[in-house]
């Protein structure tokens, strides 16, 4: 007589070391990569089930902009320590110099993007250079600092287009380009940022938040490692910026709005930090409540605020880490 009994999934294949798995079937397969192929799969479709929804197509193309966002912000706060408010630095650097590049020196949009997220990636990083060595609070008030710089420069002087900005950036050629760009960007950074901090710098970077004196002491330039972790981050953003001015066909002050800098931080806050995931799960949250709520007009922002307030003390852990427990809780019938 055949006996079975119930067991956990993850406990029948999971060995002794953290986040390794004995896989032995197809059924175990999908159990350990389901969660990504879902994500995978469904970032891919989306803009084709919104074929006719051109509104909604555009809505999660911004969507996949704050995700890069959110993924940044959380790098830099839950991997190496520094939180940093200057998302909508990273978003207007990384859109003016894309029209400078697009539109003054005539590069194509595919060459012009790439550029202006290097070329903001070194520009956000030399600024926030000096900055390094403050931690906490002080860190973050000086990064929120610079969008507002930024704006009264360019007022001050008129330059870039002054208030008006800088028009006449080239679309992209066709629309499933437009979608599919964004969409692969924030697949490969969230995936690759992940793979990162697993490797071993990943483990100093993670040090650094811990303890930084204690790195140091081991004879490793921390300031180097700092500076490294703040490139990728702004690259990341840079890059969003570059994409949302061609989105626009348009750079202008708006794309330093505190929005870029304060929606990341809710999403990262909501979706659960560390994980990169539960980032982009906080903006695909975020972004389409925001869009639903514009029927109440400007009350729309006191719903906005409890629906925050109610995840944030009901979930603080994020949803992520609660849909990740839940998942580990599957069950299934195991011969004895």
């Known amino acids: 007589m055949e006996v079975r009994r119930k067991e956990r999934i993850d406990r029948g294949i999971k060995v002794r070391s953290e986040g390794i798995y004995v896989v032995s079937s197809l059924k175990e397969m999908l159990y350990v990569a389901g969660p990504r192929l879902f994500l995978i799969v469904g970032l891919l479709l989306l803009p084709l089930v919104l074929e006719m929804a051109p509104y909604w197509k555009r809505v999660v193309n911004i969507m996949c902009v704050y995700g890069l966002l959110a993924i940044s912000f959380d790098f830099l ?12 630095m990273f978003i207007g650097v990384g859109g003016y110099m894309t029209a400078i590049f697009n539109v003054y020196l005539h590069c194509p949009v595919y060459l012009a993007i790439p550029l202006a997220g290097l070329s903001g990636a070194f520009i956000c990083t030399i600024l926030l250079l000096p900055c390094l060595s403050l931690r906490g609070v002080y860190f973050a008030i000086v990064t929120l600092m610079y969008p507002l710089l930024f704006t009264r420069i360019i007022e001050a002087l008129n330059i870039l287009g002054g208030t008006n900005g800088i028009t006449g950036l080239d679309s992209f050629p066709n629309p499933y380009l437009e979608n599919y760009v964004i969409i692969i960007l924030l697949l490969v950074f969230m995936f690759g940022l992940r793979r990162l901090v697993d490797e071993d710098i990943g483990l100093v970077l993670r040090g650094i938040k811990d303890n930084d004196q204690s790195v140091r002491a081991s004879g490793i330039n921390v300031t180097h490692l700092k500076a490294l972790a703040v490139f990728i981050a702004s690259f990341i953003g840079c890059l969003g910026g570059a994409y949302l001015a061609h989105l626009y066909m348009w750079a ?28 982009v799960l906080g903006t695909f949250i975020l972004v389409p409540l925001s869009e639903f709520l514009r029927f109440f007009g400007t009350f729309r922002i006191v719903i906005y605020c409890l629906i925050l307030t109610g995840f944030i003390v009901f979930k603080s852990e994020g949803l992520l880490t609660y849909f990740a427990r839940k998942y580990d809780q599957f069950e299934r019938w195991a011969k004895i």
């Open 77 to 88: 706060a839950n991997i190496v320590g520094l939180v940093c408010l200057g998302g909508a």
């Open 252 to 279: 202008g002050l708006s794309l330093f709005a505190l929005d870029f800098s304060i929606i990341p931080i809710a999403a990262v806050t909501i979706g659960g930090g560390g994980s990169m995931m539960g980032a």
